[in-house]
C-alpha cells in the first residue's frame, strides 16, 4: 500500500491507539506531514515519532481509522488475511450451513477493517463503504473476496458494492447476479433486493432473535411492529404461532412482507398485514396479543438526538405493555448506537412503570457472532433487547 502521509499525535493522545482502539480523532493529531487526500493511507506516529500503525485518512471528526497496528507497513495482501480470517471465524462458529447462507463476512471494526461491512447472500457478496478510503480501496476489497473464497472452494458468482452516498455510485465489481435473490436462513426464506433494499437489502443481526422469537411463538397470536420484509413474522408463523399481524408505515415494506410470509408457503388465514402507524396501531389493541415484537429503526444516529430518542423508545414499550395480555411477552429493540445497553434498561423500567404493569427480563439479547465487537472498540456494539415477560 502507497502511504501518502504522516499523522503525530499530541503528548498523551496515543494511549488509546495503544489499546488498538481503531480512531484517531481530529483533537488528537499534533502534525500532518505530507498532503493525504480523503481515503488516503497514512501512518500514524506518537509525538516522539514512534510508529503506532497505519491507516485511512479522512478529513472530519475521525480523522484516521487504524486498520494495522505495529511498525510493518501493510502490504497489497492486507484486506485478503483479514477477510480470510473474518470468513474462518464465521465458519468456525457455525453462522454458515447448510440452512443458513445469509451472513456478515466483515463487520468493520469488529473485524479490524474500520468503514467496511461485507454480507454475504449466498453467492453474492455486497461491499459497503463507510468511509473513503474503503470506498477508494473497494476494487482491491472485491479481488481480495474472490481469493479468499476460491482459496477455500466456496462459490462466488458477483460482488456488489452497494453506495451509502447514492446509488450512482453503486455497481458490480465482479459478476452479476438478478434481484430479488432467495437466501435462507435457518431453513426459512427470504427474498433479498440489495440494489434497492434498505442497508445491503436484509437485517441479518437480528437471525438468532428471530429463531429465539420462533421457539416461543407455538399457539399465540403474534405483533410484528415495524415488520420491514416480515422476518419475525415469518419465524413465528414457521414456530406454530396461531396468528401473526405485521405492521409497518412503509406500503413497500408490507409488500415485502407478503412476498416473503407467501414465499415460505403461509396463507392469508394465518397472517394479516397492515401499512400504518405503529402508536397508532396499538391504540385500540389492548388484550388482542400474546407476543409483541418491538424492532424500530434507530431513534437516534447521534447524541444531539439521544433525549428524544429515549422519550421514543419509552413511550413505544409503554404502549406495548399496557395493550398486551397479562402473561404476553415482548421482544423490544434498540439499534441506536449512542443509546447503550444501560440507558436503554433504564428507559424500558420506565415505560413498565408508566404502563402500570410488573415485568421480568427473560433474555438480554445482542448482536450474532457474525456482527463481533472488538473488546477494544465498545462503539460496536450496537443492537440490544430484551425478552419481557408482562404479568
Known amino acids: ?44 506516529q506518537d509525538a516522539k515519532k514512534a510508529t503506532l500503525g497505519f491507516g485511512h485518512y479522512q478529513n472530519g471528526s475521525i480523522t484516521v481509522r487504524v486498520i494495522t497496528f505495529g511498525t510493518s507497513a501493510p502490504t497489497e495482501t492486507i484486506y485478503a488475511e483479514k477477510i480470510g480470517r473474518a470468513l474462518d471465524q464465521r465458519l468456525e462458529t457455525c453462522v454458515v450451513s447448510e440452512h443458513t ?48 473464497f476460491e482459496e477455500r472452494s466456496i462459490k462466488l458468482s458477483a460482488v456488489y458494492n452497494k453506495s451509502i452516498s447514492g446509488k450512482s455510485e453503486s455497481e458490480y465489481l465482479l459478476g452479476m447476479a438478478a434481484v430479488p435473490h432467495i437466501v435462507a436462513e435457518h431453513g ?42 416480515g422476518g419475525f413474522s415469518v419465524y413465528a408463523l414457521r414456530g406454530g404461532a396461531k396468528l401473526v399481524n405485521s405492521v409497518d408505515a412503509s406500503e413497500k415494506a ?16 394465518q397472517h394479516e398485514c397492515y401499512a400504518r402507524d405503529t402508536f397508532d396501531f396499538l391504540k385500540d389493541k389492548k388484550d388482542v396479543y400474546d407476543l409483541i415484537i ?23 414499550n409503554a404502549e406495548a405493555m399496557k395493550a398486551i395480555r397479562s402473561g404476553g411477552i415482548i ?25 402500570g404493569r410488573q415485568v421480568k427480563v427473560g433474555h438480554h439479547l445482542s448482536q450474532p457472532a457474525d456482527h463481533p465487537v ?13 425478552v419481557l415477560y408482562v404479568e
Not at 408490507?254 to 388465514?269: A, E, H
Request: with cysteine; aromatic share 10%; proline share 2%.
Open 188 to 229: 426459512n426464506k427470504f427474498y433479498v433486493d440489495w440494489e434497492e433494499g434498505q442497508k445491503t437489502g436484509f437485517f441479518l443481526d437480528q437471525r438468532e432473535n428471530r429463531k429465539l422469537l420462533g421457539e416461543m411463538a407455538r399457539g399465540k397470536t403474534v405483533l410484528n411492529t415495524f415488520c420491514y420484509t
Open 1 to 44: 500500500m502507497k502511504i501518502q502521509g504522516t499523522i503525530s499525535l499530541k503528548q498523551g493522545r496515543d494511549h488509546s491507539v495503544k489499546r488498538f482502539h481503531p480512531w484517531i480523532f481530529s483533537g488528537a493529531i499534533q502534525q500532518t506531514l505530507g498532503d493525504p487526500g480523503d481515503g488516503s493511507w497514512v501512518e500514524v
Open 101 to 148: 447462507n445469509a451472513y456478515r463476512l466483515v463487520h468493520g471494526e469488529g473485524d479490524g477493517l474500520p468503514g467496511l461491512v461485507i454480507d454475504i447472500y449466498h453467492e453474492v457478496a455486497i461491499v459497503q463503504a463507510h468511509s473513503s478510503g474503503m470506498l477508494i480501496d473497494r476494487t482491491l476489497v472485491a479481488d481480495a473476496i474472490k481469493h479468499v
Open 294 to 316: 418491538l424492532d424500530p429503526p434507530a431513534f437516534a444516529k447521534h447524541k444531539e438526538a439521544r433525549h428524544q430518542a429515549v422519550k421514543g423508545y419509552q413511550r413505544l
Open 254 to 269: 408490507i409488500s415485502l412482507t407478503r412476498k416473503n410470509l407467501s414465499l415460505n408457503g403461509f396463507d392469508s388465514n
Open 331 to 355: 421482544f423490544t429493540f434498540s439499534c441506536s448506537q449512542v443509546v447503550d445497553s444501560q440507558l436503554f434498561y433504564d428507559t424500558i423500567v420506565s415505560a413498565a412503570i408508566q404502563a
Open 374 to 386: 472488538s473488546l477494544f472498540h465498545r462503539e460496536g456494539e450496537y443492537l440490544k433487547g430484551l
